[in-house]
């Protein structure tokens, strides 16, 4: 079955500095992977998806994240993070028919 | 565009009594989701449509819990009787086939007491 883990529940960061989220998947094919990030009260946002090609993949915000087949990961990151940046962050995998399996998420703290 | 639309954006209700939550989706968008959000078990989805057709509602968690999507613009999802462990966030979030790409409503914070 396919499944998304997140290993880390929270990150710091100080603001400027970089910023990678760490997501593992589980699926048997070649996977559509997305990043959504989810801020306080409201409803989550596509960051950037993978379907094919490339495996860097650039999204809003100045987010890019990097599909490595090898290592079945599908990394967000940032190289300079802002206060704003500061939410939730989900990776997500298509399971087949169109739905889409969420990970627990990852709360990142910006300190100033 | 206004995004996907959900109201009411809070409900409180007492335990047993009927609730609705309710949907616009995205002009043009082919799928619309159902999705509830909790700490202890994060995003589930519920039921999703294809062009109005409910598609998979296995995640549905009881008979209490049922959807409808009566046209391409509106959808409800419906609790009745309510419990305080329906006490969640429900999201509605709708697609194109071709973008594969969720669009999220706010949300309905929805507490039973």
């Known amino acids: 079955a396919q499944s998304v883990t997140q290993p880390d529940i929270h990150i710091t960061v100080s603001e400027g500095a970089s910023l990678e989220l760490r997501c593992n998947y589980s699926y048997g094919a070649t996977p559509y992977l997305f990043w959504y990030v989810q801020s306080p009260g409201q409803g989550l946002q596509l960051l950037l998806k993978y379907f094919s090609g490339d495996t860097l993949v650039q999204g809003i915000k100045g987010f890019e994240a990097e599909f490595k087949r090898s290592q079945s990961s599908f990394n967000l990151r940032k190289p300079s993070v802002h206060w704003s940046d500061a939410a939730e962050y989900f990776c997500a995998v298509g399971a087949g028919g169109f739905k889409t399996i969420f990970g627990a998420g990852t709360r990142l703290f910006v300190k100033a | 565009d206004a995004g996907v639309i959900q109201s009411p954006r809070h409900e409180v209700t007492e335990m047993g009594q009927e609730v609705t939550l309710r949907c616009k989706p995205i002009?043009?968008?082919?799928?619309l989701f159902w999705y509830r959000q909790t700490m202890m078990r994060g995003l589930e989805l519920l039921i999703y449509?294809?062009?109005?057709?409910?598609?998979?509602d296995s995640g549905m968690p009881e008979d209490r819990f049922s959807a409808k999507m009566p046209n391409a613009s509106f959808s409800t999802l419906k609790i009745q009787p309510s419990e305080p462990r329906d006490s969640a966030v429900y999201f509605c979030?709708?697609?194109?086939?071709?973008?594969?790409?969720?669009?999220f409503g706010s949300g309905t914070r929805l507490t039973v007491v």
């Open positions: 002009s043009g968008h082919d799928y």
């Open positions: 979030a709708s697609s194109l086939v071709s973008t594969y790409g969720y669009t």
């Open positions: 449509f294809n062009n109005n057709v409910p598609i998979d």
